[in-house]
């Protein structure tokens, strides 16, 4: 028997996370009494769902190296979705023209997807309106040198609630660690991602989004090293993509995280030409952990 003093001390928080308790044993790695969970996602590009390597998409997109073009539109992959109870997941709006495709996901899925893309205090509450979930944002938060701006995080805080918003913090890897990424990651900001970063904004949202920038797309396996980092911090729910190419990666996550991260995959996945990842598979995975049926 463990002596006193080595019992593990929990506590629970629920969170606005697709409807899913978060439980934290802050510091008991591996003992989170949760699992990491797959996150499905929608990415849009020129009104297509497509998938991107991360590094590649420039503004003016001469280097931009597409891995998929799907012939299906938003709203069959939503559907699908939430056919298969996958709650939490994304519409990411990968510069102009994906407005129309982002609705139609959203009407297919009310309340069941987060939307991302172009998204500031003047339009955050209309996503909502129109079916969103939760808005998510990155570059608004940032001056055009990456100086981050307070005042923006606390205008779409008035705009939606804390409990609506999601902080994308996808990064780079810098001499030292990672640096938050703006403009398609293809401008540095000032913001680090530290246990500090992360308590800093906390505060202010439901949930972190972090795309490991330099392996998106790649399906070269998961930067590990920036997994421990997040996974050991805990306090709100928190979705990690990037380099994902086989099922294990998800347990390896899991592993590495205590369970405190869930996962997308793009590129790797059956869904998107992917040769490496079955949909069917996930699901499969997902319902065994919940317990839940198809609708």
């Not at 991107?52 to 073009?69: K, M, P, Y």
């Amino acid at each position: 028997m463990n002596p006193p003093f080595l019992f593990k001390i929990c506590w629970r928080r629920v969170f606005t996370s697709g409807g899913n308790p978060f439980l934290t044993c802050r510091g008991v790695p591996g003992q989170s009494g949760r699992v990491t969970r797959f996150r499905p996602c929608i990415d849009l590009h020129d009104g297509r769902v497509k998938q991107i390597v991360g590094g590649s998409l420039t503004r003016d997109e001469a280097g931009l190296r597409t891995n998929f073009v799907s012939d299906r539109d938003a709203a069959w992959y939503a559907d699908l979705y939430r056919r298969d109870g996958l709650t939490g997941g994304h519409v990411i709006k990968l510069g102009p023209g994906n407005e129309e495709t982002a609705l139609s996901a959203l009407a297919a899925w009310p309340g069941g997807l987060q939307v991302g893309g172009g998204i500031v205090p003047e339009n955050a509450e209309q996503w909502i309106e129109v079916g969103a979930s939760h808005v998510i944002v990155t570059s608004c938060l940032f001056d055009a040198e990456g100086k981050f701006l307070q005042q923006r995080l606390k205008d779409l805080v008035s705009a939606v609630g804390a409990e609506r918003l999601v902080l994308d913090l996808s990064c780079r890897r810098v001499s030292g660690g990672w640096t938050v990424a703006m403009n398609k990651w293809q401008t540095l900001t000032e913001l680090r991602v530290t246990e500090a970063t992360l308590d800093m904004l906390a505060e202010h949202c439901a949930e972190f989004l972090v795309h490991a920038a330099d392996v998106e797309g790649l399906c070269s396996g998961i930067d590990r090293e920036l997994v421990e980092l997040l996974g050991a911090w805990r306090r709100i729910p928190m979705t990690y993509a990037g380099g994902i190419s086989r099922i294990q990666d998800f347990e390896e996550i899991d592993a590495l995280s205590g369970g405190a991260l869930d996962a997308t995959v793009g590129s790797a996945l059956d869904l998107f030409g992917g040769r490496l990842i079955r949909y069917a598979d996930l699901v499969e995975r997902q319902r065994g952990e919940t317990g839940a049926e198809k609708a």
